[in-house]
């Protein structure tokens, strides 16, 4: 027995809040390139690429959850559900990418840094925290919800990080006249972003291998399973995401004979049901149910 999968998934209560915080990206990114290229920072030019990388991840972030919610089809019998992970994604992969130019441009920068304006870069610096802050605030509730919003809030974080190192280099300058304190500023933006690439595509991953949900223990559920009146075991049991927020199951459910056929069937299927919204919020399930012979006859059963 199963849900209606068009219901509204967490990303997609998320949207007005997404399309919020990537107006405001915008604002700042423009703000800190124009910044960047007056003071020569390659802090403030690593900063405003990582909330370039943002605001393609948003725009990613938005189509994706627009399109998920298109009803299925008999090609595509889950909709689009799907795009949400492959926004997250590519999103990982665009993160992985800028880590990388980061860490090359400020090597390159190292013992030989030019002269930078530190009171402007210090300024774009305190507007871009401000601006992640608020960011932050906003996306904080959909993050714990959706994948696709969590990455968007790991990388408005990771944004308000960087500006925090953007501020600190820049009070450096000002105070001791050490240039090289904006590459190594920027050294640790790219620091920063590594970890949260890597985190936000094994999440990615997990899903496109339908691995089971992270916290999900298939033993118990089995047990609770089992449990129902008329259930004498349950095997080729699979739980899988089809994006977050949307964990599904399948199981074949063996029961006693005299419960096929019959009014206590219908009573089997809804107590299973409820067993799995209740305890495991697996709101989309189907079930085989079959007579206790039936499984001799089953030439590939698995756990």
Not at 139 to 149: F, I, P, T
Request: glycine share 10%.
């Amino acid at each position: 027995m199963g849900h209606d999968h068009a219901h509204g998934t967490p990303s997609a209560r998320q949207r007005p809040r997404l399309a919020f915080v990537l107006g405001l990206t915008v604002l700042v990114l423009l703000v800190e390139v124009v910044a960047a290229l007056v003071t020569g920072s390659l802090a403030l030019l690593a900063d405003a690429g990582h909330m370039m990388s943002d605001t393609f991840g948003l725009v990613m972030a938005l189509i994706a959850v627009t399109v998920a919610q298109r009803a299925g089809s008999p090609r595509r019998t889950f909709g689009n559900h799907r795009t949400e992970i492959l926004a997250a994604g590519a999103n990982g992969l665009v993160l992985l990418g800028l880590c990388v130019w980061i860490v090359v441009s400020a090597i390159g920068r190292l013992g030989d840094a030019p002269e930078v304006d530190s009171p402007l870069m210090l300024a774009a610096g305190a507007l871009g925290l401000a601006a992640n802050v608020v960011g932050l605030l906003v996306l904080r509730a959909g993050a714990k919800e959706s994948l696709n919003v969590r990455g968007a809030y790991l990388e408005v974080m990771g944004d308000a990080l960087g500006s925090v190192a953007v501020i600190a280099a820049a009070a450096v300058i000002a105070l001791t006249g050490w240039y090289d304190a904006d590459p190594v500023a920027s050294l640790v933006i790219a620091a920063l972003i590594l970890p949260r690439a890597l985190g936000l595509l094994r999440e990615v991953v997990d899903v496109l291998l339908e691995s089971t949900p992270r916290g999900l223990d298939l033993e118990e559920l089995r047990t609770h399973m089992t449990e129902v009146p008329g259930v004498l075991d349950v095997h080729d049991l699979h739980v899988w995401t089809i994006t977050s927020g949307m964990p599904v199951m399948s199981a074949h459910v063996v029961v006693e004979d005299e419960v096929l056929g019959t009014d206590a069937g219908h009573g089997v299927l809804d107590r299973l049901r409820s067993c799995l919204s209740d305890h495991f919020d697996v709101e989309h399930s189907t079930f085989q149910l079959e007579p206790s012979a039936h499984a001799q006859t089953e030439r590939h059963t698995h756990r």
